[in-house]
């Protein structure tokens, strides 16, 4: 025993028939395209004559923070932030905040602290052994092993393996092993008459968010979860070899991670965890925290597990790249020994964050967010992404001292305990909601800025030209004589639509577009990350394997602060809300009537549109929140119950469709479908409100 101190279719055609569904679904869709069509003409047709001064404008700044990249401050940023591993609410993650409060400070900006007291965890002990039938036990390692040439792997302050906000617990059981732990994998262990009622599931990493794989095997009456790297995914199918050699997790490796379903501090749900805050007990029934203790492990240990299973052979799809004979479902013989305890304990928290003012409207708001904390070194997740936000924090700064003001303000945030359950971002925008629901015009996040190569960005549809066009304008430093654009269309999943959606809550992007309705970006690159929370996500692997160079962090640079700069400077915000058309599954009737505005010179009535721009995606928000997830409240993009990672067009609809579905056919009648429809009529009204924000007119 070990102790340690410190877009899917909506609608199955199957269902498109019952009565009501479908025309309120195209009535929602045909009032969508009106309302996006007037607002697209609108956009388009707005010109304003550029100023007529003598003093240098945004363009000639612009091209002042093209020249200041600089890939050396990069990584001496990012060696610094890696030097020690730094959990949220330790000592090391506090040094962090200030070494980022001092490169803000010296950078020009007006930078203060953010502080929090929040419910976090950390193992006090843990162990697994498996009982053969012969009677014999054997002692699972559950431990990294330090590699040759990597100092950092031998650091003794490296957090144990261990799954945040698991309960403690002891228990003995049979193994059944569930593939990625899916709804739809326990219908097919179903199917082959294995229950998992009782047992301990194994499953796989991959396809859903951890959470949910212990919250569904809950559901299924599993005691506890074990979840491992399978190699096929994190270790190059054992074809490769694995770090220090290669870029592949190493046999031993294990991804550490939060399966807290919600999304903040848990004893503060909707309120922000200030110091004096109400708490509620860790007991109350509102707060939704694992009831199975759950423990990561390493592909090593999970091989050794497997090869004691019997029972029916797994399907095909289920087998991995552990080095076995067969994949077996289990319920036997072995049995499997699980042992955890945690410390479940109130701590501290810092969110650092960077303000420059803007010079004509200084009270809108452009942010960009990276978390600071990681379960170890965090070098690919997250701190080249602090190490980046650093970086334009200090070409920032060579602007300013050339005379630039931004039009609008600049916000940097650096986030603490991200990893937990995004609690850091959530309680600021929880604390500072109603100033950023009436101000804020966009937030630009990076969590994990470079993990390989390959541009990806994430974006409410409003966002996709002025990406687009950003994009085309940098160079791909992997492929010269090639742009980052055509980097995010070769990496895309849809090359046509290269821009993916945002909803799931993945990262500190959430709270911003999910509960405040803030047109909101990501940006990222590489996306498959063998060394995701394990010992080895450290300086040395980045410099050897994500990006020696450090060029890709550069592009990143570019990236994420032309795309902000081009928010605070811009006269009229490059929002294009047509991009929402084809996101809710329709086609614009290009009207041939060009709308004319006489506004040239008019502040006050160009700042009145480009407010109706920023608020238009507001009008997605509804109070009441999506179903058994009420504080998601975007009704268009948000997460599944069973996916929380992933992104739902119309989740609220998709998960009343998903109960209905569960309902034996000869159950069903127009009253099961009454939750369907009354979630389309919700969405409805969402897109009224929508068009009455950008009428900006009474009824």
Aim: net charge negative; aromatic share 10%.
């Amino acid at each position: 025993m070990e102790s340690w101190n410190p877009s899917q279719t909506l609608l199955p055609p199957n269902k498109l028939s019952k009565p009501g569904t479908m025309s309120i679904l195209k009535l929602c869709c045909s009032f969508a395209l009106v309302i996006i069509a007037a607002l697209t003409l609108a956009s388009n047709a707005i010109q304003f004559p550029k100023k007529s001064s003598h003093a240098a404008g945004p363009d000639h700044y612009h091209k002042l923070f093209l020249k200041a990249a600089s890939n050396d401050s990069i990584a001496k940023h990012l060696k610094k932030l890696t030097e020690e591993p730094h959990v949220a609410g330790t000592p090391e993650n506090f040094a962090t905040a200030d070494y980022v409060y001092s490169v803000f400070q010296s950078s020009g900006l007006d930078t203060h602290f953010a502080d929090y007291e929040v419910l976090l965890t950390y193992p006090l002990s843990r162990s697994l052994s498996l009982s053969l039938p012969e009677g014999n036990t054997l002692h699972l390692k559950l431990q990294e092993e330090p590699v040759e040439g990597d100092s950092s792997s031998f650091n003794p302050k490296v957090i144990p393996t261990f799954h945040a906000y698991s309960p403690s617990g002891d228990v003995s059981a049979k193994i059944v092993f569930a593939n990625y732990g899916r709804e739809e994998d326990y219908d097919t262990l179903r199917e082959m008459g294995v229950d998992p009622k009782g047992a301990i599931v194994i499953a796989k990493y991959g396809k859903i968010f951890r959470g949910d794989i212990v919250q569904i095997a809950a559901e299924a009456g599993a005691v506890a979860t074990i979840v491992y790297s399978d190699p096929e995914k994190y270790g190059g199918n054992r074809t490769e070899g694995y770090y220090p050699y290669s870029r592949w997790l190493p046999p031993s490796g294990v991804q550490r991670g939060s399966i807290y379903g919600d999304i903040g501090d848990p004893l503060s749900p909707g309120w922000p965890s200030v110091a004096d805050a109400e708490r509620l007990s860790i007991d109350d029934p509102q707060i939704n925290l694992p009831s199975i203790p759950s423990i990561p492990i390493s592909a090593e240990d999970a091989t050794i597990i497997l090869k004691s299973l019997n029972g029916p052979l797994a399907p095909p799809d289920w087998h991995g790249a552990l080095d076995l004979p067969a994949y077996h479902l289990g319920g036997g013989p072995a049995i499997l020994n699980l042992h955890y305890k945690s410390n479940h304990t109130i701590a501290p928290i810092r969110n650092v964050i960077g303000l420059i003012k803007g010079s004509e409207e200084p009270d809108r708001y452009v942010l960009l967010g990276n978390h600071r904390d990681a379960w170890t070194f965090g070098a690919g997740d997250p701190n080249g992404g602090t190490a980046t936000l650093l970086e334009i924090a200090e070409r920032l700064g060579k602007l300013l001292k050339e005379g630039w003001r931004p039009r609008r303000s600049i916000v940097l945030c650096n986030w603490d305990a991200e990893e937990y359950a995004l609690i850091g971002s959530t309680e600021w925008v929880e604390e500072n909601y109603n100033l950023l629901f009436s101000s804020a015009v966009a937030y630009l996040n990076v969590d994990e800025a470079v993990i390989g190569p390959g541009f990806t960005a994430q974006a409410t549809p409003q966002l996709d030209d002025l990406i687009r066009d950003i994009a085309k304008e940098v160079e791909d430093s992997d492929n010269p004589g090639k742009t980052i654009y055509d980097s995010l269309v070769a990496s895309a999943t849809d090359p046509l639509n290269p821009i993916e959606r945002l909803g799931g809550g993945g990262s500190d992007f959430a709270a911003f577009v999910q509960h405040t309705g803030i047109s909101t970006a990501q940006f990222s690159f590489g996306q498959d990350f063998p060394m995701y929370h394990s010992l080895y996500d450290d300086y040395k692997w980045m410099e050897k394997f994500g990006d020696p160079l450090f060029h890709r962090h550069t592009s990143m640079a570019t990236i994420w602060g032309m795309t902000m700069l081009k928010l605070v400077d811009a006269n009229i915000l490059p929002f294009n809300y047509s991009t929402y058309a084809d996101n809710l599954h329709s086609y614009v009737d290009v009207l041939e009537k060009q709308l004319k505005v006489e506004m040239e010179g008019n502040l006050k009535l160009r700042r009145s549109f480009n407010d109706h721009l920023v608020l238009a995606e507001r009008g997605f928000i509804d109070s009441d929140g999506l179903p058994g997830n009420p504080w998601y409240k975007h009704l268009v993009y948000g997460p599944t119950q069973t996916n929380k990672y992933g992104t739902t067009s119309f989740p609220g609809i998709s998960d009343s469709i998903a109960r209905v579905n569960k309902i034996s056919n000869d159950q069903t009648d127009e009253n099961t479908w009454a939750d369907v429809q009354h979630e389309i009529w919700r969405v409805a009204r969402a897109i009224d409100r929508v068009a009455l924000v950008l009428r900006g007119e009474f009824t």
